[in-house]
């Protein structure tokens, strides 16, 4: 079967892949119109470019492809202009969590034990997990886009660098800031 | 202060080695002032556990959506297919 060649059939799309293409963009930008807007934008792109299609890859892998760079667009315009501003606050707040001068942690900012973390309790659990998608949601854009590439599409450091306009340097910094501040932001919504 | 002392004391640069440490292995000398700072510090090898539980939670919470059924309504997918019909005529 290796030689087999796949076909478009855009008279099926939306019955075979609008819901996957859907909860593909809701996971990674949560918000409902803006996954919308990004699945019809897929098929009307995929369209156009019907004819350049090979036949390498799956129909569905094909439309997925064209969807996450939709995404990243997104994630880009999302993260430039006052979306800065966002992030270089964050990012001074963070630095409040430590001390200055040798980097240790400042007394009231030191973790602290979140009970419902080694806790079995289902219901604690699914607590916690929604205290979690809020503070995922309140991560600055760009680190919330690096987050989720890294952690959820488990993308290749140098591609997300290289998509989101980040140096090395500064994606290690973001990744490390996103967690801090995640992991504060439980711990002060938990506690 | 010493380079020991500076280890010892700087849980912002053993936190962000915690979080490299999971995505990426770290050179030798890295590892070393991960582990000085670790066999010192409480409080960064409690943040090391939660930060990995954290991932596992995100990870979790990743599979769990893709569970929930969330659909589109039927009127806009009609709508979308229309559109796509008429960009094929």
Redesign the interface.
């Known amino acids: 079967m290796l030689t087999e060649t796949n076909v478009l059939n855009?008279?099926k799309?939306?019955?075979a892949y609008?819901?996957y293409l859907?909860?593909y963009a809701?996971?990674r930008i949560n918000d409902e119109d803006t996954a919308?807007d990004l699945?019809?934008e897929t098929?009307?792109a995929a369209?156009e470019k019907v004819d350049r299609f090979e036949g390498k890859s799956t129909e569905r892998t094909w439309l997925t492809a064209i969807l996450k760079n939709k995404i990243i667009d997104v994630y880009r315009k999302k993260s430039s202009g006052l979306a800065i501003a966002s992030a270089n606050k964050a990012a001074q707040e963070q630095d409040d969590?430590?001390e200055e001068d040798?980097?240790?942690?400042k007394a009231e900012y030191?973790?602290?034990?979140?009970a419902a973390?080694d806790d079995q309790d289902p219901l604690l659990k699914k607590e916690?997990?929604g205290i979690?998608?809020k503070c995922?949601q309140k991560l600055p854009a760009l680190w919330n886009a690096v987050f989720t590439m890294?952690?959820?599409d488990d993308a290749a450091?140098e591609n997300i660098c290289t998509e989101l306009h980040v140096s090395q340097a500064n994606f290690?910094?973001i990744?490390?800031r996103a967690?801090?501040n995640?992991?504060a932001c439980?711990q002060k919504n938990w506690n | 202060?010493s380079y020991l002392k500076?280890i010892i004391?700087?849980?912002?640069?053993a936190?962000?080695l915690i979080?490299?440490k999971q995505?990426?292995r770290l050179t030798f000398r890295e590892e070393m002032e991960l582990r000085i700072h670790l066999a010192g510090c409480g409080?960064?090898v409690?943040?090391n556990k939660?930060?990995r539980?954290?991932?596992d939670?995100?990870?979790?919470?990743?599979h769990?959506?893709?569970k929930n059924?969330?659909?589109?309504d039927d009127a806009?997918?009609a709508d979308?297919?229309a559109?796509?019909?008429e960009?094929?005529a």
């Open positions: 855009p008279h799309w939306v019955a609008a819901d859907y909860m809701i996971v919308k699945v019809q098929f009307l369209l969590f430590f040798n980097g240790h942690w030191a973790p602290q034990p979140i973390m916690l997990n979690l998608q995922l890294k952690h959820i450091t290690w910094v990744i490390h967690k801090v995640l992991r439980l | 202060m500076k004391y700087n849980c912002k640069q936190t962000f979080e490299k995505l990426k409080v960064c409690l943040y939660q930060s539980a954290i991932n939670m995100v990870q979790q919470l990743f769990d959506s893709l059924e969330l659909k589109l806009f997918k979308l297919q559109r796509i019909e960009g094929l």
